[in-house]
């Protein structure tokens, strides 16, 4: 025959006359240490590498369709630096005219492009300012400024930052 063996069964708390007894004023000393809260994991920086290249000039053709009608029309893309400083242009011309013409200035940072200067020209100018000492963008057609995210870039200095992450890089992106 198996014999079952009861767990003992804890004895109820004595009934006191008082429904709410007041709590100790000073705890029981511990006979463990109390457990603690895992330790949050350090977060580590992700290091970008950016790769930026000597000052190039490239001439190139491009194609598209306005309205249905094909077009054709040539470009240069031209990229100086000094290593501190960048200076980016490019301009669209077809029949020795320039259709449009985009400007960008600005530094070289260990965050990449940081645009100051941005240009905007097929019938008239329009300029962005990146007035990082104020925090601000403002624009020379009178719109309204606005805050300066940080890694902010205009239409032409994107294309230098993606690249120089591309360059910098390439098995993170690939």
Known sequence: ATEKIAEPTPAAPPATDTPNPAPATEPAPATEPAPTAPATPAVTPVTTVFSFPGSAYMRFRITGQDKGVANEASAVFHWRTDGREYEVRLE??????TLREQHSAGRLTATGVAPTRFSDKSRSE?????E???GRISFSNNAPSVPLQPGAQDQLSVLVQLGALLAGDPARYG
């Open 126 to 130: 329009q300029a962005t300012h990146f």
């Open 92 to 97: 669209v011309s077809k029949y020795g005219f």
């Open 132 to 134: 990082r000492e104020k």
